[in-house]
């Protein structure tokens, strides 16, 4: 077989089901491949590489499969590169492929030529060229273990135009199953270890847990309930990590940090005695600048990537391992003898009185533009719990944040983290649908967002992706202006643009789509665009960010 049929083949072998791309020059006998051989790999057209890359990583986020993209060589190998960025920080195994030209051209200026592996090294777990057709199968196979062991990431493979058609053993065709789940070979807690957090956590007066996106990822929500109720804990989470416990659970505070955090939830951990840092890096975002928790605080720091623990902060128990694993058998130590309880329940029922205080007269306001808060109450009032929202950065990640409460463990929000790109939110949608399409999906996004992702609306009329785009209007780079209007004296320069009617724009692609300025009119017709069975937008004119009372430390104080 050729080296395109051994590409399909080990796809296959591995259980992929479906993959976003984009199609080139390069890529000819690779798609020749897929049109030929019978595969059951449903491959999604997308407009731009970027949101082939963003696709594969929302899908990734939901099916726990590890998400595969394709794009040709050149520019399509630099258009492709934000989203592997933004999956790799973010634990994500994605797997782009991008073809590349013949090696027998290497060097003598061919169309598109650049160094594929130089330019992927430092942004992905793992890279290579795949220069010799009779190395694919077992580069494919260590391509899908480095994604899924250890710390999950993302890697890459060239595949350049003569591997693709050169011959490959049919014999070398097959697969190691306990890679097509992640995270796989997972990392047991040294036993001491696990004794030494259990000694800690039980002479505590005050702990708090602060939940990364590890736990979500492992799946530890069993046992980290487990853990909240043996020892009444509070149990916080960053932004990744909501969903590591339903935010309605009796010991859940929600959200801490300087993205999404209020002041309730950082008096948790600003009098807290101990924390136990779990899946989390405990980044400038989480701590407000390594600011929370506080000198003399002890620290017990669960992760599965041991770069992490002690980056930050003096660490008094390092556990070395899967945030499940770790978890399970902290609650098993912890329930040899009892143990006095933190109070958890109280302290985040305390938390949850303050935010809503807040947040609901904002939330019921009839004002104009609308508030932010109200587009969440009412996509609160109206979604399931089952439902999957997808936020870009700017206005629409703190908001969801701090105040939409889930009610239900589990990965039902996903926003780009790691980096921040703006136009993740769209196509991170419409991956996601794809690997949970018995859930509603929502993507939310700002209007400098959509100018980055407004092609693909094509693409979800294309494959009538019943996804909701709900677009906070207010034509302005919200986030920058914001950071102007409370850190630079208010001088705002070249932040804002002209508005566009987004509901024009999407109902030219076919999408139905609704304008509203009037807040009382809003969840009558957010009801009705999220019913429709086909793709939506509702276009909402909304409050900028540096009027509004989003929930960002850095603009409050």
């Known amino acids: 077989m050729t080296g395109a049929e051994a590409m399909v083949r080990m796809l296959q072998a591995y259980g992929v ?8 020059d390069t890529t000819l006998p690779f798609y020749d491949a897929l049109a030929r051989l ?89 890279n290579a060229a795949l220069d010799n057709a009779a190395r694919l199968p077992a580069m494919m196979r260590r391509a899908f273990r480095e994604m899924a062991t250890g710390r999950p990431g993302a890697v890459h493979l060239a595949l350049p135009f003569d591997t693709q058609k050169a011959e490959v053993d049919a014999a070398e065709i097959w697969a190691e199953p306990r890679h097509t789940q992640f995270p796989a070979g997972r990392a047991a807690p040294v036993e001491a270890d696990i004794v030494a957090a259990a000694e800690a956590l039980r002479s505590a007066k005050n702990a708090v847990v602060i939940c990364g996106g590890g736990p979500v990822i492992a799946g530890a929500f069993s046992a980290l309930e487990a853990l909240a109720d043996r020892l009444d804990i509070p149990i916080a989470t960053t932004v990744s990590g909501q969903g590591a416990i339903a935010e309605t659970a009796r010991r859940a505070i929600g959200v801490v940090g300087s993205n999404g955090g209020v002041p309730a939830t950082r008096a948790v951990v600003e009098e807290a005695d101990l924390v136990l840092f779990v899946g989390c890096r405990a980044g400038s975002v989480t701590t407000e600048r390594w600011r929370c928790p506080t000198p003399g605080c002890r620290i017990i720091h669960i992760d599965s990537d041991p770069g992490v623990i002690g980056a930050n902060y003096q660490t008094d128990v390092a556990i070395v391992a899967d945030a499940k694993l770790a978890l399970e058998a902290l609650v098993a130590e912890l329930s040899r003898s009892e143990s006095p309880g933190q109070n958890g329940a109280a302290r985040a029922e305390a938390a949850w009185a303050a935010k809503l205080a807040a947040f609901e007269p904002l939330a019921a306001s009839g004002e104009t533009p609308i508030r932010p808060e109200a587009v969440i109450a009412a996509l609160a009032e109206i979604l399931d719990d089952d439902a999957t929202i997808v936020a870009d950065p700017g206005t629409p990640c703190p908001y969801f944040s701090a105040h939409y409460r889930w009610r239900k463990p589990g990965r039902h929000f996903i926003t780009n983290r790691a980096h921040g790109a703006l136009g993740y939110s769209l196509s991170a949608a419409m991956g996601a649908y794809v690997g949970r399409p018995q859930s509603k999906t929502i993507a939310v996004m700002g ?89 939506t937008l509702v276009d909402v004119i909304s409050q900028p960010l540096h009027e509004a009372a989003a929930p960002v430390s850095e603009w409050v104080a």
């Not at 089901?17 to 080139?24: I, S």
């Not at 027998?104 to 793992?126: C, H, I, M, N």
Request: aromatic share 12%; with cysteine.
């Open 17 to 24: 089901q479906h993959m976003f791309g984009l199609c080139g």
């Open 38 to 126: 019978d595969h059951e790999i449903t491959h999604f057209l997308t407009r731009d590489e970027r949101h082939a890359a963003y696709m594969a990583d929302g899908y990734a986020r939901v099916t726990g499969r590890p998400g595969v993209c394709e794009g040709p060589s050149g520019g399509g190998a630099t258009y492709i590169l934000p989203g592997l960025v933004e999956a790799n920080e973010s634990s994500v195994p994605i797997l782009a492929i991008t073809t590349d030209v013949a090696t027998t051209s290497a060097g003598r200026y061919p169309l598109t030529e650049l160094d594929q592996v130089a330019l992927f090294r430092p942004l992905t777990k793992w």
């Open 447 to 535: 209007d400098g967002s959509f100018g980055f992702c407004c092609g693909e609306f094509e693409t979800l009329v294309r494959y009538n992706i019943p996804v909701t785009s709900v677009v906070f209007s207010n034509a302005v780079f919200g986030w920058i202006k914001a950071g102007q209007n409370a850190g630079f004296g208010q001088r705002f320069y070249n932040v804002d643009f002209d508005r566009t009617d987004h509901a024009a724009v999407a109902r030219a692609f076919g999408v139905k789509s609704w304008t509203v300025e009037n807040p009382r009119a809003l969840p009558e017709i957010l009801r009705e665009a999220i019913a429709h069975p086909g793709p």
